[in-house]
């Protein structure tokens, strides 16, 4: 029921956006909504969430200054703009929603039981 976009090849201190839609009837504006990765060979770990308005974010120390996360619940779609990447955030990307969403944000995976099939970013020159 979600469905990510927008990953693909980029340059060092190049830039992507990725974009999280929901299908099937979900209206994404009920729930909070993370955004995971898994680099080749690590664990996955939290890189940023929004909550259902969009008025309150967190990010990783990782991707802080760098990625901005945002929503348009209006257009059932939250996003991941991605600036200054670096080889590092080489990764499979996933947007994970939490229901019902609760008042504190997390990027704790448990918290999330609804998952993306991820979309591969390759940041390489």
């Known amino acids: 029921q979600l469905v990510e976009s927008g990953g693909g090849l980029a340059q060092p201190g190049g830039s992507l956006n990725l974009s999280c839609a929901a299908v099937i009837r979900w209206r994404l504006k009920d729930f909070n909504i993370a955004w995971f990765r898994r680099a080749p060979g690590k664990a996955r770990e939290g890189v940023s969430c929004?909550?259902?308005?969009?008025?309150?974010?967190h990010y990783s120390d990782s991707v802080k200054g760098r990625f901005t996360i945002s929503r348009d619940n209006a257009k059932n779609t939250v996003y991941l703009q991605m600036n200054n990447l670096s080889p590092e955030d080489t990764a499979v990307y996933y947007c994970a929603a939490e229901y019902p969403a609760s008042g504190r944000l997390s990027l704790e995976e448990g918290v999330y039981p609804f998952w993306g099939q991820g979309s591969q970013v390759t940041v390489s020159s």
């Open positions: 929004i909550n259902r308005s969009g008025r309150r974010t």
